[in-house]
Nanobody
Framework: QVQLVESGGGLVQPGESLRLSCAAS????????LGWYRQAPGNQRELVAT????????RYLDSVKGRFTVSRGSTGRTVHLQMNNLKPEDTAVYYC?????????WGRGIQVTVSS
């Protein structure tokens, strides 16, 4: 069973940067996607950014394009989210995600708060 552990959240001011990291352990599918979702209070969970391992393709939420960058480590078992020019509306719990052949799982989540 795949397990995900996130790190790197915290409190920052608008315009600052944060880097989230996630490490996946267990048996990963040969074709898989690692990435990040987020959920703010009162909102549904939404996809922020993902990266596939087979073709390197990435997906981004429109509102983070140009500010966030998702990348995978060389082992294929880590995924990072570099978040620049953070805005108050980026405040949420961020969840690492793993999508295998037939299912998606999330980590426990990590808080990101953007406030002056």
């Amino acid at each position: 069973q795949v397990q995900l552990v996130e790190s790197g959240g915290g409190l920052v001011q608008p315009g600052e940067s944060l880097r989230l990291s996630c490490a996946a352990s267990g048996r990963l599918s040969s074709t898989n996607t690692l990435g990040w979702y987020r959920q703010a209070p009162g909102n549904q969970r939404e996809l922020v950014a993902t990266a596939a391992n087979n073709d390197g393709s990435t997906r981004y939420l429109d509102s983070v394009k140009g500010r966030f960058t998702v990348s995978r480590g060389s082992t294929g078992r880590t995924v990072h989210l570099q978040m620049n020019n953070l805005k108050p509306e980026d405040t949420a719990v961020y969840y690492c995600s793993y999508t295998g052949l037939s299912y998606t799982i999330w980590g426990r989540g990590i808080q990101v708060t953007v406030s002056s």
